[in-house]
């Protein structure tokens, strides 16, 4: 499995998920864009980290809940690297809270962020994609959007329109070549698991068959797969990567 002398961008790249996923698809020989939203330190040690690699790297601090500064990232990360053969829309957030409780602030926060998120990035890559008649593009949803999880109507809501919004454009753009995918990991050891409450992660244990929380690597290695061409027969699916959570 190689991309080499593929262009990737990876949203939210410097820290858990999406930080692993940058690394793995720089491993696997691709040049790789990433953006974040605050870090700007994280930002240039991941810069860094892929650069040891020997492949090329970029980080571009951009919202992607900012239709504009999504477009200006994606055409940014092609002046710089050349063009694009690779987007995974990975940024995320959570604003966990049962209906009752929840503001319309962060209803609107996660939905921004997450799904309107993939529409903005997906949008300005999608076309340069088109036209060199192939690309990948693969969206981390979420187990929580399979099933829906009590405290995350917003986030459940979120990762289900991403699903959706897969299919969609999977069936849209297949005969210009290009593949969309999602993939969607259950419990994942990173700072967003690591801010839950330690007896909400115990009862989750209880429903994983593996019986332990996943690592990041493990999400990124099915994406780095879904990137490269042994993954050319496979579009509009989802992929869960839950230790068997969902099934
Ligand atoms: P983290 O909270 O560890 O990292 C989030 C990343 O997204 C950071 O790089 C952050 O940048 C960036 N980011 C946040 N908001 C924005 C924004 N508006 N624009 C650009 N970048 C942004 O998340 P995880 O690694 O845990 O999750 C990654 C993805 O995987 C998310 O989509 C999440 O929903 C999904 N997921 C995670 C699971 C888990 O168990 N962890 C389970 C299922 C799905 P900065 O560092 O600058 O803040």
Same mark, same amino acid.
């Given at each position: $499995?190689?991309?080499?002398?593929?262009?990737?961008?990876?949203?939210?790249?410097?820290?858990?998920?999406?930080? +692993?996923?940058?690394?793995?698809?720089?491993?696997?020989?691709?040049?790789?864009?990433?953006?974040?939203?605050?870090?700007?330190?994280?930002?240039?040690?991941?810069?860094? =980290?892929?650069?040891?690699?020997?492949?090329?790297?970029?980080? !571009?601090?951009?919202?992607?809940?900012?239709?504009?500064?999504?477009?200006? $990232?994606?055409?940014?990360? &092609?002046?710089?690297?050349?063009?694009?053969?690779?987007?995974?829309?990975?940024?995320? &957030?959570?604003?966990?809270?049962?209906?009752?409780? !929840?503001?319309?602030?962060?209803?609107?926060?996660? &939905?921004?962020?997450?799904?309107s998120g993939v529409f903005n990035c997906s949008?300005?890559?999608?076309? *340069?994609? $088109?036209?060199?008649?192939?690309?990948?593009?693969?969206?981390?949803?979420?187990?929580?959007?399979?099933?829906?999880? +009590?405290?995350?109507?917003?986030?459940?809501?979120?990762? +289900?329109?991403?699903?959706?919004?897969?299919?969609?454009?999977?069936?849209?753009?297949?005969?210009?070549?290009?593949?969309?995918? +999602?993939?969607? *990991?259950?419990?994942? =050891?990173?700072?967003?698991?690591?801010?839950?409450?330690?007896?909400?992660?115990? =009862? $989750?244990?209880?429903? &994983?068959?593996?019986?332990?929380?996943?690592?990041?690597? =493990?999400v990124a290695r099915v994406v780095a797969f879904?990137?490269?061409?042994?993954?050319s027969y496979i579009t509009g699916h989802v992929?869960?990567?839950?230790?068997? !959570?969902?099934?």
């Amino acid at each position: $499995m190689s991309l080499k002398g593929k262009v990737a961008i990876v949203t939210g790249g410097t820290r858990g998920i999406g930080r +692993a996923i940058a690394l793995e698809l720089a491993r696997n020989g691709a040049d790789v864009a990433f953006s974040y939203a605050k870090n700007v330190e994280k930002a240039k040690e991941v810069e860094g =980290e892929i650069k040891k690699l020997g492949v090329k790297a970029l980080a !571009m601090q951009s919202d992607v809940a900012n239709f504009n500064q999504s477009k200006e $990232m994606v055409n940014n990360a &092609i002046k710089e690297l050349g063009r694009i053969d690779l987007l995974v829309n990975n940024a995320g &957030i959570t604003r966990d809270k049962i209906l009752m409780m !929840m503001s319309e602030e962060d209803w609107k926060a996660v &939905i921004d962020t997450n799904l309107s998120g993939v529409f903005n990035c997906s949008k300005a890559a999608v076309v *340069p994609m $088109m036209k060199q008649r192939s690309g990948s593009i693969i969206n981390i949803t979420s187990v929580s959007g399979l099933v829906g999880m +009590a405290g995350q109507t917003n986030y459940s809501s979120s990762k +289900a329109g991403i699903i959706g919004f897969t299919k969609a454009l999977a069936k849209e753009v297949a005969r210009r070549g290009v593949r969309v995918n +999602a993939v969607a *990991p259950g419990f994942i =050891e990173t700072e967003m698991v690591q801010a839950l409450d330690q007896k909400y992660i115990d =009862e $989750m244990l209880k429903l &994983i068959p593996l019986g332990r929380v996943g690592k990041a690597e =493990e999400v990124a290695r099915v994406v780095a797969f879904l990137a490269s061409d042994d993954a050319s027969y496979i579009t509009g699916h989802v992929i869960n990567v839950d230790g068997g !959570m969902v099934m």
